[in-house]
Nanobody
Framework: HVQLVESGGGSVQAGGSLRLSCDVS?????MGWFRQAPGKEREGIAS?????????DSVKGRFTISQDDGDDAKNTLYLQMNSLKPEDTAMYYC???????????????????WGQGTQVTVS
């Protein structure tokens, strides 16, 4: 069983930066970051597996996903967010998949485990 605990959200002015963290307990194959704004569907924005990162076009060049491998099946997933825009305002979730297959990286059904979410507000 995988447990995910996010931190690092907050309020920032447009053009600013935030770094989100997700403490991961349990073995995973693929990790991802999603976001959901009010009234909108949950959107996959970045994912990493075997050291290879992918991004949705709207965050390319501004956001960076990374993973810090620890011991005993514990590690930390990060999302460095730079040049933030008001349209980045959303609840951000980290997600984990233990499978090497299961659909597109940016679709929620691909992932079996989810964090509780952390709010990011850009004004």
């Amino acid at each position: 069983h995988v447990q995910l605990v996010e931190s690092g959200g907050g309020s920032v002015q447009a053009g600013g930066s935030l770094r989100l963290s997700c403490d991961v307990s349990g073995g995973t194959f693929r990790m991802g970051w999603f976001r959901q704004a009010p009234g909108k569907e949950r959107e996959g924005i970045a994912s990493i597996a075997n050291g290879l990162a992918v991004y949705v076009d709207s965050v390319k060049g501004r956001f960076t996903i990374s993973q810090d491998d620890g011991d005993d099946a514990k590690n930390t997933l990060y999302l460095q967010m730079n040049s933030l825009k008001p349209e980045d305002t959303a609840m951000y979730y980290c997600a984990a998949s233990q499978s090497s297959s299961g659909g597109a990286w940016n679709r929620a059904p691909r992932y079996q485990f989810w964090g509780q979410g952390t709010q990011v507000t850009v004004s």
